[in-house]
């Protein structure tokens, strides 16, 4: 047989990241694939006599590794496979290089500056992430919010969104950085996947369904249960990110590993 591409990639999450059954899994599906390989690995043990070559060998331990790179990203890869949990509606993001001008402050006052930042998508604000001089592009000085304190020049105090420079008889542009979440944006619902720091042992696992077909021919393989150890995010600045995935399989409950079948 011959075959020619990727082929299609499928899971079906089996348990979560404390080895509990998942009720109702959703399938997973790596979209974009770009290749996808299985390597069925098997340690010879050798017996020798006083002769140079083996007298008798035979198979030890094996394993069958996945490794699959793939152009679309899906929280459910990192979610479910990878850390095994149910994802949590909503938004968390960033907002980056906000600009604003503060005007002028009357000539003689010491009276703070102050801007409340408004999160995109009736989000709220979670945390500051820096403010900057747009005339110098120098970051400023974060200090204590106090109601009695007025920042010095190149500084600046947040509370709750709100920030405060120090007054100048002229005009200032700042740009401000800021984390928020929100509910939804542009009408669609977010997926969240919280990160907690679990017991080692238990371990996330999925069946793994991968199918390739040319020319009328066919192969397909099941994997019962594989464990994802590794999933990459290699960001590029000239180029589309492709993802990878590194799995490993292993025998069910009633001793199957899976199939392979041709036709």
């Known amino acids: 047989m011959i075959f020619f591409g990727s082929g299609q990639f ?14 109702t899994p959703t399938p997973v599906r790596l979209g974009g694939l770009q290749d996808i390989s299985v390597d069925i690995d098997v340690d010879l ?16 331990k094996a394993k069958i590794e996945i490794k699959a790179k793939y152009a679309e990203i899906d929280g459910a890869v990192l979610g479910r496979l990878q850390f095994g949990k149910a994802p949590i509606a909503g938004i968390r993001a960033a907002v980056y290089d906000f600009a604003f001008l503060l005007a002028a402050g009357a000539e ?12 995109p998508h009736d ?20 200090v204590p919010f106090a109601n009695d304190v007025v920042p010095a020049a190149g500084e600046y105090a947040v509370l709750n969104g709100k920030y405060r420079f120090a007054p100048s008889p002229v005009a200032r542009k700042f740009l401000v950085s800021f984390e928020y979440r929100a509910e939804s944006a542009n009408g669609r619902k977010g997926q969240i996947f919280e990160l907690t720091n679990d017991l080692m042992g238990p371990t996330p696992a999925f069946t793994v369904l991968l199918q390739n077909q040319y020319g009328g021919k066919n192969l397909v393989m099941k994997l019962n249960r594989a464990v994802s150890s590794k999933v990459s995010l290699p960001f590029k600045s000239d180029d589309f990110a492709v993802y990878d995935l590194t799995a490993q399989a292993f025998a069910d409950e009633a001793g199957s590993v899976g199939y392979i079948a041709l036709f």
């Not at 499928?10 to 009720?23: H, K």
């Not at 989000?123 to 974060?142: I, S, Y």
């Open 123 to 142: 989000g709220t604000f979670v945390t500051d992430l820096g403010v900057v001089d747009g005339a110098t592009g120098g970051q400023l000085e974060r």
């Open 45 to 60: 043990k050798t017996l020798y006599g006083s002769q140079r070559y083996p007298i008798a060998v035979a198979q030890g």
């Open 10 to 23: 499928i899971t079906i999450p089996v348990e979560d990241s404390f080895g509990n059954p998942w009720a």
């Open 108 to 119: 003689g006052s010491n009276a703070a500056v102050e801007v409340i930042v408004e999160p």
